[in-house]
């Protein structure tokens, strides 16, 4: 008699050598991501050396036309501004690794860390919840399509993912506020609340439904295209040939055969998503006056707001590193072929 093919300590011996290979690889790309990080930092305020931006005028607000050539100059000098742009950076990147001092935002009034604690948040549960609706979206519409191609829901499914496609956000987001906001008056326009109340939980939930949906609708077209692909190429695997052979349900070959292997790449494209979604949220936060980390971006670059403008970029930098991460490590563990190098 044949010795069984897998046994109970092999299989925890490779469970334990993937989750190995995903702690290996978050390390590696955790130290990599510190000197990209600081590049990406050094390049804004290189930018910022060389823009037709005056950073005194900014910081004087309309006292910088009252104010005499010699009062100028001695500001500037105690402020550093005269300095070259990388004593500047050098400046900058100190305060904020030893003392969490990211600058002094004007255009908020306080200074920038506060305006990161407070906003940051709101972001990042705008975009988890439009992460999870297009992720779910794409998933059911994607293998719906792939189980009948050339059928009516194919078809409705491919033509949707193209229309969306060529859509910018902004266009989504006002149709959906002119049908589902001042047409229906089911949901709330803008805001977390409404004249002006504290939010709660339930405020939230309401109000961040268009917000949500929209942004999630504009990452569904790469999604559900790449899930109605990979489905197609798996049913023609011979182990998802083989299943139909024993006489599975055609719904059970689908998701336990064919959707495993499937949602590799998906996985992947959902990483390479990521600077998308943000530059999304930029508009739709924007359009629907939510009160993230994005739509403070709009107004720091209006105002001329350098200091919230540079830890805007970094955190963004750093958001999309970390969820690149995310997903190579998530590949490491899903798929035992994967190698950490």
């Known amino acids: 008699m044949p010795p069984p093919l897998t046994t109970e300590p092999a299989r925890t011996s490779g469970t334990h050598a993937r989750w190995g290979k995903a702690a290996r690889l978050a390390g590696w790309r955790a130290l990599i991501a510190v000197p990209i990080t600081a590049a990406v930092s050094m390049i804004v305020f290189w930018l910022a050396s060389i823009a037709p931006f005056n950073p005194l005028a900014a910081y ?15 500001l500037a000098e105690q402020l550093g501004i005269d300095d070259s742009w ?24 306080r200074p920038v860390a506060d305006v990161l604690s407070e906003r ?7 975009g988890a919840v439009s992460m999870t609706i297009a992720v779910g979206l794409s998933l059911v519409l994607g293998v719906a399509a792939a189980r009948h191609p050339g059928s009516l829901i194919d078809r409705c499914a491919t033509a949707l993912a193209h229309i969306v496609q060529g859509l ?21 326009v803008a805001g977390v609340s409404r004249g002006g109340a504290d939010p709660t939980w339930g405020s939230i939930a309401t109000h961040i439904v268009l917000p949500a949906a929209v942004l999630g609708l504009s990452q569904v077209p790469w999604l559900l295209l790449n899930v109605r692909t990979s489905v197609l190429t798996a049913l023609t695997e011979d182990h ?3 299943a139909r052979a024993r006489g599975l349900p055609d719904r059970t070959t689908i998701w336990r055969h064919a959707l495993p292997g499937a949602l590799l790449p998906f996985v992947t494209l959902i990483g390479a998503r990521l600077p998308e979604l943000v530059t999304g949220a930029v508009v739709v ?9 994005a739509s403070a971006t709009v107004d720091a670059a209006v105002e001329g707001d350098f200091p919230l403008l540079a830890a805007v970029t970094v955190l963004t930098s750093l958001m ?22």
Not at 173 to 188: C, D, K, N, Y
Not at 320 to 334: E, K, Q, T
């Open 240 to 242: 998802v040939t083989a």
């Open 60 to 74: 004087l607000g309309p006292r910088f036309e009252r104010a005499s050539l010699e009062e100028r100059a001695a």
């Open 168 to 188: 910018p956000p902004f266009v989504i987001a006002l149709g959906a506020i002119v049908i589902f906001s001042l047409t229906l008056q089911w949901l709330p």
């Open 120 to 126: 940051l948040p709101w972001t990042v549960m705008l």
């Open 285 to 293: 936060e924007t359009v629907f006056a939510w009160p993230g980390l």
């Open 320 to 341: 999309v590193l970390i969820g690149s991460l995310i997903a190579d490590a998530v590949y490491v563990l899903v798929d035992p072929r994967v190698d950490d190098a």
């Open 86 to 109: 990388i004593t500047i950076w050098g400046r900058w990147a100190r305060d904020v690794v030893l003392h969490w001092d990211w600058g002094y935002s004007r255009s908020m009034a």
